[in-house]
T-cell receptor, first 114, second 111 residues
């Protein structure tokens, strides 16, 4: 079974703090994704990575950056947290493009910025 | 702009009822459509659909895709309280790694 883990289930940070959310997958997947999920808005893609050190912006990258130094690990960084970044953050991984594939999700991190 | 729309937004039924959830899409270069179930945690995969008219079935859940009319339905028969969840639909397009998600349908099954 694919396992995607996230470093924290719940996190409370103050405005202006630098926040790191980590995601690790154990299936040797090339692709990894960061989403945020908000009521009424569904899942929105922040960033994704299709290889080590490779990244692409999703639909809402502003205020976020990412790092992928190792294949199994994909980090989301909030450089200076703001209250509008309070949300549920979901990480996912998948096998390479070229065939229909499914995304496997981690348990999510509920981030509150006060 | 690519978009995925799910309906209804929410639904309340009683145990034993049958429900039909809808997902319509407007995307360029459709590749596949996925259904997920999300309880109070990560979405869990239900079905992947790539071809029209072929029903995917798992127990009381089934799903079918219509690529001509650009929609999919998820059916749940003999609903149980454990079916209460948000059901998410996502569409992938060729040439990209991304999926576009709908906002989900929140299903509540009453005992």
């Amino acid at each position: 079974d694919v396992k995607v883990t996230q470093s924290s289930r719940y996190l409370v940070k103050r405005t202006g703090e630098k926040v790191f959310l980590e995601c690790v997958q154990d299936m040797d997947h090339e692709n990894m994704f960061w989403y945020r999920q908000d009521p009424g808005l569904g899942l929105r893609l922040i960033y994704f990575s299709y290889d080590v050190k490779m990244k692409e912006k999703g639909d809402i990258p502003e205020g976020y950056s990412v790092s992928r130094e190792k294949k199994e690990r994909f980090s989301l960084i909030l450089e200076s947290a703001s209250t509008n970044q309070t949300s549920m953050y979901l990480c996912a991984s998948s096998s390479p493009v070229g065939a229909p594939y499914e995304q496997y999700f981690g348990p999510g991190t509920r981030l509150t910025v006060t | 702009e690519d978009k995925v729309v799910q309906s209804p937004l929410s639904l309340v039924v009683h145990e034993g009822d049958t429900v039909t959830l809808n997902c319509s899409y407007e995307v360029t270069n459709f590749r596949s459509l996925l259904w997920y179930k999300q309880e109070k945690k990560a979405p869990t995969f239900l079905f992947m659909l790539t071809s029209s008219g072929i029903e995917k079935k798992s127990g009381r859940l089934s799903s079918i895709l219509d690529k001509k009319e650009l929609f999919s339905i998820l059916n749940i028969t003999a609903t149980q309280t454990g079916d209460s969840a948000v059901y998410l639909c996502a569409v992938g397009t060729s040439g990209t790694y991304k999926y576009i998600f709908g906002t989900g349908t929140r299903l509540k099954v009453l005992a």
